[in-house]
């Protein structure tokens, strides 16, 4: 397979193809999301919750966004990597914000970094593609926000909300990113915004009339103990929590009872050398 680049994804948005968007946040989820064939691969700042038990995004530091965004990319032949700059690491100037870019590309060794806002962020996202690090936008709803937007809901539900988020969309666009996430976001109003950009749309939760779609691998894999909260949009794809505990029971069952290891996961010793051993 040939390296996505960003060209590649110019050229699916051009033939109007699905851009395939997962996230990973170490080496083996990369390597299986890049082996898939995901168009692009992106280190969400979900890891603080799907990989680290944390509450939300907002407690995770760039050091630890930049180990999980090193372990990917050693993994990742072919897709175009994403790095999500987390909480704090850029909202406070295009300087700050531009300076946490370019060690997400130089420690990190990501091709582009994702950072959440509209109008607001337009200078912020001018400053760090000028200097030449592509940025992926993300508006509609931004978990890193979550208390000012008063929890997980659903944006641009009215006429106000939706052109809001047109025009956060339009300014971002302008502002220079290849790219953005539509999270959370009306079918229709998401549908529409895409057809009013040059760029292409990547959806979460904003249904079929986006550019591409992206969800986070831990959840569409069905890794994780069921009765857990799911939002709407995720499809389960797989139950690799089953299989994991099914596979850990089993384990703990046979060690308990000796059934492992048998022979056949056991390394001989000539019979005559343990004997002279033994005494
Ligand atoms: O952090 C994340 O995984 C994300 C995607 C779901 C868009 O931001
Ligand atoms: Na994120």
Redesign the pocket.
Known sequence: RKKVTIQTLRSLHRRQEPIAVM?AHDFPSALVADEAGMDMI?V????AMVALGMED?SEVLVEEMLLHCRSVARATKAAFTVG?LPMGSYEISPEQALSTAIRFVKEGRVQSV?LEGGKEMAPTIQKITTAGIPVLG?VGLT?QRQNALGGFRVQGKTRDGALRILEDALAVQQAGCYAM?L?AVPEDVAALITSKLSIPT?G?GAGKGCSGQ???QTDMLGNFPPGRFLPKFVKQYGNVWGEAYRALEAYRTEVKSGAYPSPEHTYPAPKEEVEAFAK
């Open positions: 996230t992106l969400g700042d979900s890891l995004t999500d994702k993300h978990p996430v999270e990547i979460i992206v969800l986070v």
